[in-house]
């Protein structure tokens, strides 16, 4: 099975409403900023939604942060 690259700095930006950045504050970025929740995480996949984030780990743990109106971040 294969496995992607370890990431173990995550930078995101853009709109933050409801922290789906996953910086702990609703300012949008408008540059790059980093994710200090997903430092040394050993993440391998990470999506963004239009209000939400997930990553994943290499131990198979979602990490999840935004909205969760539809339960996306449960």
Known sequence: EKQGPILNFIFG?????????????DNSQ????????????????IHGGLDFSIALDKFGIVRSF???????CK
């Open 13 to 25: 930006w853009g709109n933050c409403f409801w922290n789906q950045i996953g910086i702990e504050s």
């Open 30 to 45: 408008f540059s790059p900023v980093l994710i200090d929740t997903l430092n040394e995480k050993a993440i391998i996949s």
């Open 66 to 72: 935004g909205s969760s109106c539809s339960g996306q």
